[in-house]
C-alpha cells in the first residue's frame, strides 16, 4: 500500500486540474488571438524548453496528418535556418524568463517572423506586450510540468486562430469531460481498481523504461519526464520502429546492475507494424527487466487517447514519488543549474 508522501505544494491536487486546464487555456487563447484573422503561416515553429516545449511536440502528433504546414519545436538559443518573414514562431515559456527562450524570441524578431508569446508572465511576456505582439497570459503559480493543460491547449487555439485547423472546441471539451472521469478512477485507493497506484508499486525500486510507437512518442517523453521529475527516479524513453533498428541489441545481454521496469503505451492510432514491434516488447526486454504493464489511450478522439495517457502517468510519477519518500514539486538541481547559468553569463 503507498500511503500519501510530503506534497508539500500539492502537486497531486494540481494534476486534478488538467480538465479545467485544458477548457480555460483553450478560451484564453480564444481571447488573446482572435485578432489573426486566418494568417496561415509557411511554417508554425514553438520554441520552449522543459514542459513549456511538451505542448508543442504533443500539438504536432494531434495535427501532424491534418494540416498542410510543418510543425516544429526548437529547444535552443537560435531558430534553424528556415524561420524567416513568413513562419509564425510562438515562444513559450512558462515562467516568461527561460534563457533559450528569450534568446529564440529575439532571434525571430530579427527575422521579421510573426511572433506569439505564451507564458504566466517575466520578461517574455513584458517584452510581447511592449511590442503589442499577440501573447496569451496563463495563469501563474504552478511549476511548469503541472501547467501543460493551459500551455497546451493554447497552443491548439492558436492553430485554430492562424487558420490551420477547424475549431477543435468540442474535442477539447469532450476530452476535459473524460479526463474528470479518469481523475476519480486515478485517486482510488485500492490498487487493483487504479493503474496508477498500482503500476507505481511496481515500480518502485525500478528504473522505469518507457516504450511507444512514434504516435505516442512525445506522450512517452512526458512520462520520462515526469518520473525524473516528480518522483526523482531516473527513467528512459524507448521508442519504436526506431528502436528496433538500434536500441533492442542493448536488451541481448540483459541489463547487468539494473532492475527496469518496462511500460508500454498503446493507442489503436499505432502503424500496424509498429503495434507488431510493440507486442514483442515483453518477449526481447523479459530477459533484463519486469513487465509493469501495458496501457492504452481511451476515447474517441486522438486527443483524449493523448491525455488519458499523460494523465495516467502523471499520477503514477506522483504516487512513485510518495514511494519512494520524496517530495514531488522541488527541482533543486535544475535550481542550481538555472541559478549557475545566470551568474555566468545567461539570462535565467
Request: hydrophobic letters at 40%; aromatic letters at 6%.
Amino acid at each position: 500500500m503507498i500511503k500519501r508522501g510530503p506534497d508539500s505544494s500539492d502537486m497531486l491536487g494540481k494534476i486534478r486540474t488538467m480538465p479545467d486546464q485544458l477548457r480555460q487555456g483553450f478560451g484564453l487563447s480564444r481571447d488573446a488571438f482572435g485578432g489573426l484573422g486566418g494568417v496561415r503561416p509557411s511554417t508554425f515553429v514553438l520554441a520552449g524548453m522543459g514542459a513549456s516545449a511538451i505542448g508543442g511536440d504533443l500539438l504536432r502528433l494531434y495535427l501532424g496528418r491534418r494540416v498542410c504546414v510543418p510543425i516544429s519545436v526548437v529547444r535552443d538559443y537560435d531558430l534553424p535556418g528556415f524561420v524567416d518573414e513568413k513562419a509564425m514562431v510562438v515562444v513559450s515559456s512558462y515562467s516568461g524568463n527561460t534563457d533559450e527562450a528569450l534568446s529564440a524570441f529575439r532571434d525571430a524578431l530579427a527575422r521579421k517572423a510573426l511572433v506569439v508569446c505564451i507564458a504566466s508572465g517575466g520578461r517574455l511576456l513584458d517584452e510581447a506586450r511592449g511590442r503589442s505582439l499577440p501573447c496569451a497570459a496563463i495563469p501563474a503559480g504552478l511549476s511548469p510540468r503541472a501547467a501543460l493543460g493551459y500551455s497546451f491547449s493554447a497552443l491548439v487555439g492558436l492553430a485554430w486562430m492562424a487558420g490551420l485547423c477547424p475549431d477543435p472546441g468540442r474535442e477539447i471539451l469532450d476530452c476535459s469531460t473524460e479526463l474528470e472521469a479518469l481523475c476519480v478512477a486515478y485517486e482510488g485507493p485500492d490498487p487493483e481498481k487504479n493503474p496508477a497506484l498500482r503500476l507505481a508499486g511496481d515500480l518502485c525500486g525500478r528504473v522505469p523504461i518507457v516504450c511507444s510507437s512514434t504516435a505516442l512518442e512525445a506522450v512517452g517523453v512526458r512520462w520520462k519526464n515526469q518520473f525524473c521529475e516528480n518522483a526523482k527516479q531516473l527513467a528512459f524513453v524507448s521508442v519504436l520502429p526506431e528502436a528496433n533498428h538500434n536500441e533492442v541489441m542493448g536488451w541481448e545481454a540483459g541489463v547487468e546492475g539494473m532492475d527496469a521496469g518496462i511500460v508500454v503505451l498503446r493507442t489503436v492510432d499505432d502503424h500496424p507494424a509498429s503495434a507488431r514491434s510493440l507486442a514483442l516488447v515483453r518477449k526481447i526486454t523479459g530477459q533484463g527487466g519486469r513487465f509493469c504493464g501495458e496501457f492504452w489511450g481511451t476515447g474517441l478522439s486522438l486527443l483524449c487517447r493523448l491525455f488519458s495517457l499523460i494523465l495516467l502517468g502523471d499520477y503514477a510519477s506522483v504516487y512513485l514519488a510518495f514511494a519512494r519518500g520524496v517530495d514531488p514539486t522541488p527541482i533543486g538541481t535544475i535550481d542550481r543549474i538555472k541559478t549557475w547559468l545566470k551568474e555566468n553569463g545567461g539570462e535565467g
